[in-house]
């Protein structure tokens, strides 16, 4: 300010100036040289600082605490799945585990799966077992045989080799059947939701497996995009030029080549005309559809090269009532309830850019967390969401079975030491992203009454179920196995999408009554008796008395399921019905 104030009487006359630059010049002083030398100086003493202490404190133990410091700071949400490299976030991945003990490094499960494939062609089935605890179920050897001699079966008849092209070519030209053919084949048709889906395709496998046929499957609008080759050396993919590719998209109860309708019309006696067999087994199938769970009529498709099926229905459960399939499940099976969780990690392994997904997802919010649990939430009420009812009933599931801990509402800060408090992070899957902000909320505005830190995380909200898109599925696909991954999961009744994710991840979880009435259940929610899907359209039919029967009550290991009265699931035989 004194400089403002200056008159101009203050100003330096032009002959002091001249006489002070003569003094500089006379004695060497310049003080702009001499206040950059300084600086100069004191850059140079903080480098040498800087370098002394960092050889000092160089060594192993520095590498491993950055590289827990970067694990910690990776929060930053997902990115576009086209502008990551999964093959440069498993090495990033695999970089973390070596300073960590995390989960288990069993790659190939217990011998469930071949060590035949190339490394790389499949990250998540390489990786899996470092993001995924070591399940409690061991496969049988007997599973693990027929697994390997399915892939034998595979490699030797499937697409491309010479006995495909010989039975794709006795098809094209409509030639009769062979009376013992040396390969017979599955197709399944690519039919209905993702978590259909994936149901479906195992149970196809097991039947292709119990009658030694070599599974094809139709990739539909983007089964190929989803999941690995699940087959060494071999394809599981139907050809786009099988010659009645064209003509799934047809084929219905009233089809002259549909199982049921040509044991209406001929009594089972003669040959479909076509040179295949179309098996609906659909939800809406009739009692001579239901037939083919029953022994005496699977023998009129024992001979028959090409067998298509459509279904949208986990039909396993009654394969077990089948005399002839039942020691060979027994010997694969010895634990029932295992079924779908050694099939579905066989079969199952998200393509590279979902493994993308997954991972960054995972690594991001989820693998920080003391324990994780998984929520999917599946409504079926129309109107536009979200409903008080459905969220008391999660909060009510959630809190009566101290899966989450209470808040307190009267407290706005409860002590606890740092060192010990643990997390909880929570991933909820569901169409809409009000569940989500509520309890998000919640647990933001009042701290818990055990001191635990409970983060909520979504990964979409995609508003309604889109079928036909190949983002939406890939997104459905990445939340089911992110659930798998979780300690504790909680589902909905009646979805598939929890189905998968429990038997995948070898979850008992709770299940979350379908609400009456736009009114919370209660109990909200009950504890599953097993790991199983439900068939959710099962036959109730005496396949020797050819009458109506209770098949939840047959044998001890076929139950009726517990959100679904009708339905049917495998369980350990001591487990008794809640039904």
Not at 33 to 47: E, R
Not at 135 to 151: A, D, G, H, I
Not at 393 to 415: G, H, R
């Amino acid at each position: 300010m004194r400089r403002l104030n200056k008159t101009s009487n203050d100003l330096p006359k032009i002959s002091d100036l001249d006489v002070f630059r003569d003094q500089q010049t006379r004695f060497g002083l310049n003080p702009l040289k001499l206040m950059g030398g300084f600086v100069v100086c004191l850059m140079g003493l903080s480098v040498l600082f800087s370098i002394s202490v960092i050889l000092k404190d160089f060594n192993s133990n520095s590498i491993l605490t950055v590289a827990d410091a970067a694990r910690v700071l990776h929060v930053a949400p997902p990115r576009d799945l086209e502008q990551d490299d999964p093959l440069a976030e498993s090495v990033k991945h695999s970089e973390k585990l070596d300073s960590s003990s995390f989960e288990h490094d069993d790659k190939l499960l217990n011998g469930l799966l071949s060590g035949q494939f190339d490394e790389g062609s499949c990250l998540s089935r390489d990786q899996v077992a470092s993001y995924r605890k070591q399940s409690p179920y061991k496969p049988s050897s007997y599973l693990v045989s027929r697994l390997r001699r399915y892939e034998a079966l595979h490699k030797r008849c499937g697409p491309n080799t010479e006995s495909y092209n010989r039975f794709v070519a006795n098809l094209r030209d409509g030639e009769k059947y062979e009376e013992s053919p040396d390969c017979k084949y599955l197709v399944w048709v690519s039919y209905s939701g993702l978590g259909n889906r994936i149901l479906t395709l195992g149970s196809a496998f097991l039947y292709a497996l119990l009658t030694d046929r070599v599974l094809l499957v139709d990739r539909g609008v983007d089964l190929d995009d989803l999941f690995c080759e699940p087959f060494p050396e071999a394809s599981w993919l139907l050809p786009l030029d099988f010659p009645i590719i064209d003509q799934f998209k047809s084929l219905n109860q009233k089809s002259p080549e549909c199982f049921g309708n040509m044991l209406k019309t001929s009594n089972g006696s003669s040959p479909s005309p076509s040179g295949y067999v179309y098996l609906h087994l659909v939800h809406d199938y009739d009692d001579h559809d239901k037939l083919f769970f029953c022994d005496q009529d699977q023998s009129f498709l024992q001979n028959v090269p090409w067998v298509i099926m459509k279904s949208d229905n986990y039909f396993i459960p009654s394969l077990f009532l089948m005399p002839t399939f039942e020691q060979e499940l027994h010997n694969l099976f010895p634990e029932k309830e295992t079924v779908f969780h050694f099939i579905g990690r066989y079969l199952f392994f998200p393509t590279n850019p979902i493994w993308g997904l997954i991972t960054r997802y995972y690594n991001s919010y989820l693998a920080q967390a003391n324990e994780r649990i998984g929520i999917q939430v599946r409504v079926f009420d129309t109107r536009p969401g979200p409903f008080q009812y459905v969220l008391d009933q999660i909060l009510a599931c959630s809190l009566d079975n101290n899966v989450l801990p209470n808040i307190n509402a009267n407290e706005s800060f409860i002590t606890s030491s740092l060192g010990n408090q643990k997390s909880k992070a929570v991933l909820l899957t569901s169409l809409s992203s009000g569940y989500f902000e509520k309890i998000r909320d919640m647990y933001w505005e009042h701290p818990t009454v055990t001191g635990e830190v409970i983060q909520i995380f979504q990964p979409s909200h995609e508003g309604y179920q889109q079928t036909e898109k190949k983002m939406h599925h890939r997104k459905a696909w990445a939340e089911m196995y992110l659930l798998s991954l979780t300690d504790k999961l909680i589902t909905s009744s009646w979805s598939t999408f929890g189905y998968v994710a429990q038997s995948l991840g070898g979850l008992n979880p709770w299940i979350l009554y379908k609400p009456e009435n736009e009114t919370t259940p209660n109990p909200a929610c009950t504890r599953a008796m097993s790991i199983e899907p439900c068939f959710h359209a099962p036959p109730f039919f005496d396949c020797k008395k050819r009458t109506g029967t209770d098949t939840g009550l047959v044998v001890p290991h076929v139950r009726h399921c517990e959100d679904m009265s009708w339905g049917l699931k495998l369980v350990n035989p001591s487990v008794s019905s809640v039904a």
